[in-house]
Structures are given as structure tokens and as C-alpha cells.
Nanobody
Framework: VQLQASGGGLVQAGGSLRLSCAAS????????MGWFRQAPGKEREFVAA????????YYADSVKGRFTITRDNAKNTVSLQMNSLKPEDTAVYYC????????????????????WGQGTQVTVSS
């Protein structure tokens, strides 16, 4: 089971990036998925999550209105479109998957996820 995150990079404040997470080894079409981030010296924090069916989405207050999480179950991928980026968005971004199929509660804590990608660096310059 592997989650591969990609799409990070260096961007100026106000710019956009699109992160993608590809799952392999098993299907995650029945799993809730999430994005988290961790800045140097800080704890890993919730960014966004989407239910297995795509109908429920949650966002951290700090990214609401700027970030959009989507999933494509046919391709076993989840994406995070990040617009109007700010220097405080700088962090390593991780995608995560819940191992429990069709869980009705979409977790917003790292403890609610069992599989993690390797992370992709996002750096926003001022």
C-alpha cells in the first residue's frame, strides 16, 4: 500500500499549486482521504479531508475559500488545489487515507488516518 504525493514546489505569494496523491497497492475508493501539513518546528496539522464518496468535505479555517480538495475514485487519486497561497502555507504536505471502508465520520485528526504519503514540499515566498 503506497500513497505518492506530488506537485509541490516554490511559488510566490498569491500563486497557485495543485497537489496530487496517487494510491497504489489497493483501492481507496471506499476510504476517506485527507491532506495534512507540517511546518518546521510545528505539529502536523489538518488541511482538508473528503469522504469516500466525495460528498463531504472539510477544510481548516486557515485555508477555507482558497483550497479545494477533490478525488477521482476511478483513478485512485485525491488532489488539493491551492490558490492565493500565503507564506504561512509553507510546509511539507502529506496525503493520508483511512483504512476503514465507508467510515461515516471523516477525521480531521492525524490519528484518524492509517496510510500516509511521503510528503511534498510547498514553499511560498513573500
Amino acid at each position: 500500500v503506497q500513497l505518492q504525493a506530488s506537485g509541490g514546489g516554490l511559488v510566490q505569494a498569491g500563486g497557485s499549486l495543485r497537489l496530487s496523491c496517487a494510491a497504489s497497492g489497493r483501492t481507496f475508493s471506499n476510504s476517506n482521504m485527507g491532506w495534512f501539513r507540517q511546518a518546521p518546528g510545528k505539529e502536523r496539522e489538518f488541511v482538508a479531508a473528503v469522504s469516500w464518496g466525495g460528498g463531504i468535505k472539510y477544510y481548516a479555517d486557515s485555508v477555507k475559500g482558497r483550497f479545494t480538495i477533490t478525488r477521482d475514485n476511478a483513478k485512485n487519486t485525491v488532489s488539493l488545489q491551492m490558490n492565493s497561497l500565503k507564506p504561512e502555507d509553507t510546509a511539507v504536505y502529506y496525503c493520508a487515507a483511512d483504512k476503514n471502508p465507508r467510515r461515516t465520520v471523516v477525521a480531521r485528526s492525524p490519528n484518524g488516518y492509517d496510510y500516509w504519503g511521503q510528503g511534498t514540499q510547498v514553499t511560498v515566498s513573500s
